[in-house]
């Protein structure tokens, strides 16, 4: 058991299914009392029954209030997990890079102005971002996705540095293929990257509780994004050599 688990008030958004629903399992587990909130008010509502969670669906960024309400007046940690897999290159509709922003991005941002007052007050508090590997790499074929995870890492990186000092815990899982919904949506670019290391939600959230066990901000399901966020880092004209090597096996079909 993770003690700062132990009978927490936790939000999982985007918890209908994949990763939120594994996250919520675990926590209820460990001995939370978890709100279950999903855009599909019918997913929400079995995934709250099976953990004897509280379902509040909705948009994932406007249900703080209701979450604090229905959890006695506070929220302790708030899973900022909803997010869309949106696909396509610099040519995609201007509809489909600003839903990327406001799913992945500002839903962030709004969750956080809705609770940081609190936490600042009481010097306490646990934000936990599910970005994905592509917020610290990049994926072929998502030109709106990989940019906006780029963002949501960006703002839990600021809120970990700027509020820390405040009592504030925030973790930034970042995994690679994960088997859910969201990978099938993929399509062939997921097939050549994704798949082959694919790990299963639950390996997602046992990654997450290690995490707030070692206090971590970083969490990396697939380990081996280390290695390739350091390159990245230490020889980007390398790193972005070797991922045009991808993308032209991806375009040949390879």
């Known amino acids: 058991m993770v003690e700062a688990v132990q009978d927490a008030r936790v939000v999982v958004t985007g918890a209908g299914g994949g990763i939120g629903a594994a996250l919520a399992r675990r926590f209820a587990a460990e001995g939370a009392r978890v709100v279950v909130n999903d855009l599909?008010?019918?997913?929400?509502?079995?995934?709250?029954?099976?953990?004897?969670g509280i379902a509040v669906p909705g948009d994932a960024s406007l249900i703080v209030e209701e979450a604090r309400a229905v959890l006695g007046g506070a929220v302790d940690i708030y899973c900022a997990n909803a997010g869309v897999a949106s696909g396509g290159t610099q040519a995609a509709e201007d509809?489909?890079?600003?839903?990327?922003w406001d799913v992945n991005v500002m839903a962030h941002v709004r969750a956080a102005?809705?609770?940081?007052?609190?936490?600042?007050?009481?010097?306490?508090?646990?934000f936990v971002s599910t970005v994905?590997?592509?917020?610290?790499?990049t994926?072929?074929?998502a030109a709106p996705y990989s940019v906006?995870?780029?963002?949501a890492y960006a703002?839990?990186?600021?809120?970990?540095?700027t509020y820390r000092h405040r009592g504030l815990?925030?973790?930034?899982?970042?995994p690679q293929g994960v088997r859910t919904d969201m990978l099938d949506a993929t399509g062939s670019a997921g097939d050549l990257v994704l798949v082959p290391t694919a790990i299963e939600p639950d390996d997602v959230a046992d990654a997450l509780f290690k995490g707030i066990a070692d206090n971590r901000f970083l969490i990396l399901p697939h380990p081996e994004v280390a290695a390739f966020y350091q390159a990245r880092a230490t020889d980007p004209d390398r790193w972005l050599g070797g991922m045009s090597r991808v993308q032209r096996a991806w375009e040949s079909g390879a």
């Open 95 to 100: 509809e489909v890079w600003d839903l990327a």
């Open 40 to 52: 599909d008010a019918d997913k929400a509502g079995a995934v709250a029954a099976e953990i004897g």
């Open 148 to 151: 906006t995870k780029h963002g």
């Open 132 to 137: 994905s590997a592509a917020g610290l790499l």
């Open 169 to 174: 815990k925030v973790h930034a899982i970042c």
């Open 139 to 141: 994926m072929i074929g």
């Open 113 to 126: 102005r809705a609770l940081l007052p609190h936490w600042l007050e009481r010097g306490d508090g646990r």
């Open 155 to 161: 703002f839990a990186e600021w809120l970990s540095l």
